[in-house]
């Protein structure tokens, strides 16, 4: 590492607060873990998690335990996540496509025992006979998980804040949770993993909420929401990525449209903040400045519209050092941007680096 390099860290990690917004995507998530796993190993941490869905989950497994416990029960989370099958199968090939595609319908069928179950009537309420129902699956087995892996005294004692998004299914409002303000319990990340209708959404204080992942699944918009008093770094990682190739098949079309409408927000969110900081830069070009470093899980190539549902080793496992990878490049980025005067700096891996980055998986690690 090159002395302006670890500079560039050391300030990362001490002179300016870092916030980090983890986006959802269920079991995608195990990108943002591996993301975590390098700033952890860098020594940088958050001053403040925002985050939805299982961005929520990670922030909150990140905040609810000492630094030394974060990466065993990270870990610990998705080895009972997964589905337990003998081997692992490298990127790119038709019977990878084949393996995904039987795990996500072994999960579909089963359920994960710490995350979600079958309800009923569930799916049988569409029978014109059957009772009513809101959602198919049950996920209260993600509330077990979730007091067993997190110290929900410290995730409140605000040594990390936390905000974690939630949506009022009623009114369609985002609605935010933080620790700064409220005492959160599991069934506020409940509500904010309630992606409608598979899960049921969840009441809280007397509103319906359910997770944001079709109005904000990238909460960018909340920490810069906030006064700015000083210089700060935003870390975005988000699941879904608007890059991708063309579609070839009725189920790449499928996953081209999941991806679009979970990724769109953030567009909109950049937009907004570059027109934003052009004002601010007009008339008060001296003042703060944000830095904004934004990662994306780019899909491989045997992923398909299923894809948030696959808990397969192998895709679990190139997820994670994918997340890892990019993690590094983020920084190595970060590191390298030339200065600005600018108030606002964004920066983003290119596509094809990400995609190389999935597509390579763990496989590289092991070679």
């Given at each position: 590492?090159?002395?302006?390099?670890?500079?560039?860290?050391?300030?990362?990690?001490?002179?300016?607060?870092?916030?980090l917004?983890?986006?959802?995507?269920?079991?995608?998530?195990?990108?943002?873990?591996?993301?975590?796993?390098?700033?952890?190993?860098?020594?940088?941490?958050?001053?403040w998690?925002?985050?939805?869905?299982?961005?929520?989950?990670t922030?909150?497994?990140?905040?609810?335990?000492?630094?030394?416990?974060?990466?065993?029960?990270l870990?610990?989370f998705?080895?009972?996540a997964?589905?337990?099958?003998?081997?692992?199968?490298?990127?790119?090939s038709?019977?990878?496509?084949?393996?995904?595609?039987?795990h996500?319908?072994t999960?579909?069928?089963?359920?994960?025992p710490?995350?979600?179950g079958?309800?009923?009537?569930?799916?049988?309420?569409?029978?014109?006979?059957?009772?009513?129902?809101v959602?198919?699956?049950?996920?209260?087995?993600?509330r077990?998980?979730?007091?067993?892996?997190?110290?929900?005294?410290?995730?409140?004692?605000?040594?990390?804040?936390?905000?974690?998004?939630?949506?009022?299914?009623?009114?369609?409002?985002?609605?935010?949770?933080?620790?700064?303000?409220d005492t959160?319990?599991p069934?506020?990340?409940?509500?904010?993993?309630?992606?409608?209708?598979?899960?049921?959404?969840?009441?809280?204080?007397?509103?319906?909420?359910?997770?944001?992942?079709?109005?904000?699944?990238?909460?960018?918009?909340?920490?810069f929401a906030?006064?700015?008093?000083?210089?700060?770094?935003?870390?975005?990682?988000?699941?879904?990525?608007?890059?991708?190739?063309?579609?070839?098949?009725?189920?790449?079309?499928?996953?081209?449209?999941?991806?679009?409408?979970?990724?769109?927000?953030?567009?909109?969110?950049?937009?907004?903040?570059?027109?934003?900081?052009?004002?601010?830069?007009?008339?008060?070009?001296?003042?703060?400045?944000?830095t904004?470093?934004?990662?994306?899980?780019?899909?491989?190539?045997?992923?398909?519209?299923?894809?948030?549902?696959?808990?397969?080793?192998?895709?679990?496992?190139?997820?994670?050092?994918?997340?890892?990878?990019?993690?590094?490049?983020?920084?190595?980025?970060l590191?390298?941007?030339?200065?600005?005067?600018?108030?606002?700096?964004?920066?983003?891996?290119?596509?094809?680096?990400?995609?190389?980055?999935?597509?390579?998986?763990?496989?590289?690690?092991?070679?």
């Amino acid at each position: 590492m090159t002395p302006s390099s670890k500079f560039g860290r050391e300030k990362l990690a001490k002179e300016q607060p870092l916030v980090l917004v983890l986006g959802g995507g269920n079991a995608l998530g195990s990108y943002l873990a591996g993301a975590y796993e390098h700033l952890l190993q860098q020594a940088i941490d958050p001053q403040w998690i925002v985050g939805g869905s299982i961005g929520a989950v990670t922030g909150a497994i990140i905040a609810g335990n000492a630094p030394e416990d974060r990466l065993p029960r990270l870990k610990a989370f998705w080895d009972e996540a997964m589905i337990r099958s003998p081997g692992l199968l490298g990127r790119g090939s038709k019977i990878r496509h084949t393996y995904n595609e039987l795990h996500t319908i072994t999960a579909l069928l089963f359920g994960r025992p710490g995350l979600f179950g079958h309800r009923y009537p569930g799916m049988l309420s569409m029978l014109p006979w059957m009772p009513d129902d809101v959602a198919l699956y049950d996920h209260t087995p993600l509330r077990r998980t979730l007091e067993r892996l997190v110290d929900f005294d410290r995730l409140n004692r605000g040594g990390i804040r936390l905000t974690v998004g939630c949506v009022d299914l009623e009114s369609g409002d985002d609605v935010l949770f933080d620790t700064t303000r409220d005492t959160l319990t599991p069934e506020h990340f409940l509500a904010s993993s309630a992606i409608t209708p598979i899960f049921p959404p969840i009441e809280i204080d007397g509103r319906l909420l359910c997770d944001p992942g079709y109005t904000n699944n990238l909460p960018l918009d909340v920490p810069f929401a906030e006064p700015m008093n000083q210089d700060f770094t935003c870390i975005a990682v988000e699941l879904f990525s608007l890059q991708a190739s063309r579609p070839g098949s009725l189920d790449s079309t499928a996953e081209r449209a999941n991806d679009l409408i979970f990724a769109s927000p953030t567009r909109r969110t950049l937009k907004a903040l570059e027109r934003e900081f052009a004002l601010r830069d007009r008339w008060e070009p001296d003042g703060p400045t944000a830095t904004l470093l934004h990662l994306a899980y780019y899909a491989g190539s045997d992923e398909r519209a299923g894809k948030a549902f696959d808990y397969s080793p192998s895709s679990i496992h190139d997820r994670w050092a994918a997340g890892k990878r990019d993690m590094e490049k983020g920084l190595a980025l970060l590191d390298d941007a030339p200065g600005t005067r600018r108030r606002f700096r964004y920066l983003a891996l290119d596509p094809q680096q990400e995609a190389l980055s999935a597509e390579l998986g763990a496989a590289a690690e092991t070679a």
